[in-house]
């Protein structure tokens, strides 16, 4: 298609107006530009603060100087030297409705840099408008858009009328045991007289987001058989091996039943129990690698074990012990790690994701006035630091605003395009405005009448 002179002319005219329209309010203030906003992404994800040495000070002054250029008040918290967690305060007119806690954590997880296309800390835009590196997607941009969303309301005259406040957290990434752990059971935290917390998701490769109302506790098992030792070519009853073949396949039919509710659409991944080996340990070690002609006395196996709050715990506990270690085939069994599925009340270990909880609505709706898709409230199949808050029996939802992109975390060449990373400024700034405007109590009723 050709133009002549004068359409050209008008088009630029056109999209001058454009401009003018679509910059009314970056024009008051040119850190809401576009490219400042990009620019402020990428020097979070060059701080390098992948594990095992996150460059956590270097992190914690950045952000701290976001800050200030926000009037926000700061401070940080090291309830283990060297692992600082930065708290900032946005106060409500209100300071006696609870609050909101915009949570987010700090460190990555590290990359093998050679296999990127572009260095994991460089923050390099190609030419689709892709950033890449590793945080990007797991969480720094979360974490910044949270900040940017706050920076619009703020420059939008918005006053909130619950107090915002926002937790950068170390540690997440190695168990968050020296970080959100220990935050969310101190004494500071309770004093925040927090109503809602906001946490991590998952990019979604479909135009609908997703939002986590729960995720699945970890049950490290490891399950150990003793048997009869003798000679390779003997065929004989109760072998250590023999004893632990039989658990594993009783394991294996189990993982099938639970991985084909998947299969069939019956169940969301994180629905099910996921069960998988990850270790076996038998054999007599030789200087070549094993002795062939011996059957040994002892055989181990671990297996990582994922367990949802809507599972019961109990009958999984009744099929270990009786089938995958049971006594009578002289097996024993331990974990290495057991996650409560219930919180501290006795109850189910979920945040409501219907319209009985208010921070529900008031969230779907916000996506939605914002122009975002919510897809069906899941079950997070990892682990995050929310955990340790819905322990307590307090309400947490994962929500990383990242739609139309491929699931990257702790992958090589992580990245975030720039329109999904703009894009989810825009529906946090609509749900951080709901939430900061919502006047009732609000309480996820039921865990929070007990405390
Ligand atoms: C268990 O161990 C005992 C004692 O060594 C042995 O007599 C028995 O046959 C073993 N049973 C099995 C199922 O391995
Ligand atoms: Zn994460």
């Given at each position: ?5 004068t359409?050209i ?26 490219p ?8 979070y994800?060059?701080i390098n ?9 270097e992190?914690?002054?950045f952000l701290?100087?976001?800050a ?19 708290l ?45 590196a ?34 950068f ?27 809602i ?11 609908n ?8 506790s ?16 003997r ?10 073949l ?19 659409g019956?169940k969301?991944?994180?629905?099910v ?17 094993f ?13 990582d074990?994922?367990v949802p ?7 999984l ?15 024993t ?12 009340f ?16 008031l969230?779907e709706?916000?996506?939605?006035k914002a ?48 329109d999904?990373?703009l894009?989810?400024i825009?529906?946090?700034?609509a749900?951080i405005?709901?939430y900061?405007?919502f ?7 039921g865990?929070?009448?007990e405390?």
């Open positions: 298609m050709e133009f002549s002179c359409s002319v008008y088009l630029h005219l056109v999209s001058l107006l454009l401009f003018v329209a679509s910059s009314k309010i970056e024009a008051l203030d040119p850190t809401l530009s576009t400042e906003i990009i620019s402020r992404f990428q020097q994800l060059q603060t992948a594990q095992p040495n996150p460059q956590y000070y992190a914690a002054d701290i100087s976001q200030k250029s926000l009037s926000l008040e700061s401070q940080t918290i090291e309830f283990v030297k060297g692992k600082p967690l930065v900032l305060k946005w106060p409500g007119t209100n300071p006696h409705l609870p609050s909101i806690l915009l949570y987010s954590h700090t460190d990555v997880v590290p990359s093998e840099d050679h296999k990127w296309t572009h260095h994991p800390f460089s923050a390099h835009i190609d030419e689709k408008g892709n950033i890449y590793r945080g990007s997607q797991d969480m720094k941009c979360v974490g910044m858009q949270y900040l940017e969303a706050i920076r619009r309301l703020k420059a939008s005259g918005f006053q909130p009328l619950r107090t915002v406040y926002l937790s957290a170390p540690d997440e990434e190695i168990g968050g045991h020296d970080g959100a752990e220990k935050f969310y059971e101190s004494k500071l935290f309770d004093d925040l007289n927090v109503g917390v906001l946490d991590e998701g998952l990019a979604s490769p479909s135009e987001y997703r939002a986590f109302y729960a995720e699945r970890p049950w490290w098992l490891v399950i150990k058989a003793i048997g009869t030792p003798g000679h390779g070519a065929l004989y009853d109760n072998t250590a091996m023999e004893n632990l039989k658990s594993i396949e009783s394991i294996r039919r189990f993982r099938a039943s639970q991985f084909d509710m998947i299969k069939v019956l969301g991944e994180g629905e129990i996921s069960v998988n080996m990850v270790f076996l340990k038998a054999g007599t070690p030789s200087p070549t690698g002795v062939m002609n011996v059957q040994p006395s002892e055989a181990e196996a671990g297996i074990i994922r709050p809507t599972a019961d715990p109990e009958s506990e009744k099929r270990i012990a009786e089938e995958w270690a049971p006594i009578a085939r002289n097996m069994f331990s974990f290495k790690q057991k996650a409560p599925v219930h919180d501290k006795g109850k189910p270990m979920l945040t409501k994701a219907d319209r009985s909880n208010p921070w529900w609505t969230l709706d916000a996506v939605h122009g975002g898709k919510l897809g069906k409230p899941e079950i997070f199949p990892g682990a995050t630091d929310a955990r340790y808050l819905r322990r307590r029996g307090l309400p947490a939802i994962g929500f990383s605003p990242i739609a139309n992109t491929p699931l990257l975390l702790h992958e090589h060449d992580e990245f975030l395009n720039q999904v990373y894009k989810g825009e529906i946090y700034e749900i405005k709901a900061a405007s006047a009732e109590r609000g309480t996820d009723k865990s929070r009448d405390l």
